[in-house]
């Protein structure tokens, strides 16, 4: 610390100085420490990908399916209905604004971590100097995402748009984003806003609809949706910019006016405002590190949507042995759990018409495309039905109170989450086929690999606890915590596993007989492996999920 | 046993704040028909008190009867349902320097920087208020909360009861005028709360405002002046009818 005389006050910004120089100091790993923790992993994924690939390859000239290249031949079946690229463009920036400001509502905007709040906000100083650096910083956020998704929307959407164009357009969605940043700040700090969030999320969940029903509808009642008005929305600003229009640049100077009047009112953050923020972080930071997709959507989402319902299934069962009892009593009660929570399920759902609402964009029904969004939106939606799991992980005694062996409560847990993601991948692949992506045997080799998912979904949710005893890394952030690395492969690894035979058959466009019996090895494969149950040593552990209950021991 | 460190309560400190007023006669706190809750739900009955310099006001009452909410509304971090809740003369707010030199609080949630010890956290709290001998008074607080020989410790490798030593370590370590404790003697040992007892005591007589909440009565009979029953209906006890109540309410304490 700065040395100073009685009752002289150090200012924020040496508090600050202090905090983060004093924990730096204390790191003890280094960036290598960080590479070489994922570095397996990573080869890993990249062998599974170039193998995939080369697999593809071999299987399309092996199948006579043409020597178009595969990542530069549609998918649809000709003559689909696609959707223009302006429309598609208007509803994905509609989307991402929406998200935007419900997570921007949602972790603060302006926020501290919850250790900063809690040393830092009872200090006799000055607030502002602790929180303009948050503010600065939690702006550049949006405004890199903003140019990221402008930007190529521009280049799809607006053939002629020329360097300039794109700059101006990309300047656009820098101001949208901004503007939002300001709003959900403001809104921040009147407390007030409640309605906006909620509003938000609804739109996240409804408008990815609109996409594929608009082109299912084109297609196959042949009364095409007109959704062109999506483009006036003050969000498709930025894709008028590119078009050649300087009038929705006035966004950028309504987002300056709104980010004045927010940097001016910083000082009227409440503490509790500003823990309540770093709590949110903080969950969405603790989700991020699980690669618990549930816990985002949670924590990013609005939670105002998440209303639980009342939903009451039996849990008394008379019939039947103890142990079919008990079994019934926690299938009954995973389920209503489920039940309770209907928007988590609805979010699931809407993961399973993302692929055919990327194919049914023109240029996008591209096969190797819609391989990454199937595992991607897979992923999800394994983690989505994962909650359940992941209590039962975190909570062991809950299921302790069963005289059920842990074997058969793993089981149990798998049977929920393998039947919805096999309903979710025949949906998933249906819409696909709808849309001329795929087959029949396509969709069947899909509905195989479901109950694979599920138990990927297990594996995610009884993962080992992160080592938190390896030294932390000094980085740019501060020090992070080497240990909760290893963890982020642990439950998309099955994932990209089980679905690898059916990715390889949409990428190649044919489905070989020897595919079949390839993805039941595996969906077996997945299914020991997601259910195993690995006894623990009783000295070993160190999380507290990690000792005393039936559910105690680690999936492999 | 470590003797008590030299108080840095800010009336033995000389100074005037402003939550009190230099005069002893000045209210520190004040709660007017004040009913607390979430949202327009209130969770117990109206609550009405005054704390000045000098006094220790326990409230008591059985779990999640209220009394945390009622701290949490004093101190600014939850909007009253009706009613006032004065600090200094003042409506709480935490967003008040002064509000800030003057308010030590104590409440039951903790978190750390994982990357600073012991002394580290400390050094934040007593150099963020202004004092020039940091050391001496980290190492006076550590000594007195036993906590001398982890002061080089990251936060992860403290005991729960060490975690609760430090925390009130560092709402000692600064000058305070009202100092607001929600259950101080949770995950202390019994010779430490002894200790913790016998300073408050001390430096409440020597002006000193304290607001707690707390579910020991031998704690609750060392320290406070007055008590308050919080439940449906609010009443006002002595330390020794509250010290009663409690044992009934919990008769292993």
């Avoid at chain 1, 409804?206 to 969000?235: K, Y």
């Avoid at chain 1, 309903?423 to 849309?435: E, N, P, R, S």
Wanted: net charge positive; with cysteine; aromatic share 6%.
């Amino acid at each position: 610390m700065p040395d100073r005389s009685a009752g002289d006050l150090l200012s924020a910004r040496e508090i600050r100085r202090y905090t983060f120089r004093a924990g730096l100091v204390r790191t003890e790993g280094g960036i290598g420490e960080l590479i070489s923790e994922v570095y397996t992993s990573v080869l890993g994924a990249v062998v599974l990908v170039v193998m995939a690939a080369a697999l593809t390859t071999g299987l399309r000239d092996s199948l006579g399916l043409g020597s178009t290249p595969v990542w530069a031949a549609s998918a649809l079946a000709p003559g689909f209905q696609s959707l223009p690229p302006m429309q598609a463009s208007a509803t994905v920036l509609l989307t991402l604004a929406a998200a935007l400001l419900s997570v921007e509502m949602n972790v603060g905007p302006i926020a501290l971590s919850v250790p900063q709040t809690f040393w830092w906000l009872g200090l006799p100083v000055p607030r502002r100097g602790f929180i303009v650096p948050g503010f600065l910083r939690s702006a550049l956020w949006p405004a890199a995402a903003a140019v990221a998704v402008v930007v190529p929307l521009a280049l799809g959407s607006a053939a002629q748009a020329g360097p300039l164009q794109v700059l101006l357009s990309a300047l656009c969605g820098v101001g949208l984003a901004l503007l939002l940043y300001g709003v959900a700040g403001w809104l921040q700090i009147v407390g007030r806003g409640r309605w906006v969030r909620t509003l938000a999320g609804v739109v996240v969940l409804v408008a990815p609809l609109s996409l594929v029903v608009t082109a299912l509808a084109g297609t196959i009642e042949g009364r095409p949706v007109n959704l062109g008005w999506l483009q006036f929305l003050p969000t498709s600003w930025p894709l008028l910019v590119a078009q050649g229009q300087l009038a929705p640049l006035l966004l950028l100077a309504a987002a300056g006016a709104v980010l004045v009047v927010v940097y001016a009112n910083l000082e009227r953050l409440s503490s509790s405002r500003l823990k309540a923020s770093a709590v949110a972080g903080s969950h969405v930071a603790g989700s991020v590190l699980s690669m618990d997709a549930s816990e985002l959507t949670r924590a990013l989402g609005s939670a105002d949507t998440n209303v639980p319902t009342r939903i009451r299934l039996p849990l008394v069962f008379s019939r039947g042995s103890a142990t079919r009892r008990s079994v019934l009593t926690l299938l009954s009660a995973q389920l209503t759990v489920h039940l309770r929570h209907p928007a988590r399920l609805l979010r699931v759902l809407v993961l399973a018409t993302i692929p055919a609402s990327v194919a049914a964009v023109q240029f996008l029904g591209n096969a190797p495309l819609l391989a990454v969004v199937v595992y991607v939106a897979a992923l999800f939606g394994t983690t989505g039905l994962g909650h359940v799991a992941r209590f039962a992980a975190g909570n062991p005694s809950v299921d302790a109170l069963l005289p059920l062996s842990q074997q058969t409560v793993r089981r149990v847990h798998l049977l929920v989450p393998a039947a919805g993601l096999t309903l979710w991948m025949a949906l998933a692949f249906t819409l696909l086929l709808i849309l001329g992506v795929g087959s029949w045997p396509l969709v069947l080799l899909a509905v195989l690999a479901g109950p694979g998912l599920g138990a990927a979904t297990l594996r995610a949710a009884f993962r080992p606890a992160p080592n938190w005893t390896m030294p932390p890394v000094a980085t740019a952030a501060g020090p992070i915590p080497v240990g909760a690395i290893r963890n982020f492969v642990v439950g998309p690894d099955l994932v990209l596993i089980v679905l690898l035979p059916v990715l390889v058959c949409l990428a190649s466009g044919g489905v070989p007989l020897l595919a079949f019996p390839i993805q039941l090895g595996l969906t077996a494969l997945a299914l020991a492996w997601g259910t195993h149950v690995r006894r623990v040593a009783a000295s070993g552990g160190g999380s507290i999920a990690g000792s005393g209950g039936p559910s105690a021991g680690q999936g492999r | 046993m470590s003797k008590q460190p030299k108080s840095r309560s800010t009336a033995s400190r000389g100074s005037s704040p402003s939550a009190g007023g230099a005069a002893p006669a000045v209210e520190l706190v004040r709660a007017q028909r004040l009913l607390v809750g979430y949202g327009s739900s209130p969770v117990c009955g109206e609550v009405a008190f005054s704390l000045r310099p000098g006094e220790a006001v326990a409230l008591v009452g059985p779990n999640g009867a209220g009394k945390s909410t009622v701290l949490k509304t004093v101190t600014g971090g939850l909007e009253p349902i009706s009613g006032t809740a004065l600090v200094g003369g003042k409506p709480a707010d935490d967003r008040s320097l002064e509000f800030r030199r003057d308010v030590a609080t104590v409440f039951d949630d903790d978190a750390f920087f994982p990357a600073l010890t012991v002394q580290e956290h400390l050094a934040i709290v007593a150099a963020g208020h202004g004092a020039s001998d940091v050391e001496e008074l980290i190492a006076a607080e550590l000594d007195f909360f036993g906590l001398l020989e982890q002061r080089e410790s990251l936060p992860h490798n403290l005991s729960s009861g060490q975690r609760r030593r430090m925390l009130l370590a560092a709402a000692f370590i600064r000058p305070r005028l009202l100092l607001i404790l929600d259950e101080p003697e949770q995950r202390l040992d019994t010779a430490m709360r002894t200790r913790l007892a016998a300073r408050l005591r001390t430096e409440v007589d020597g002006g000193l405002g304290l607001l707690l909440v707390t579910h020991d009565p031998d704690f609750l009979r060392a320290v406070a002046t007055r008590a308050i029953f919080v439940a449906d209906e609010v009443r006002k006890l002595t330390p020794a009818q509250a010290a009663t109540a409690i044992s009934v309410e919990n008769p292993h304490a």
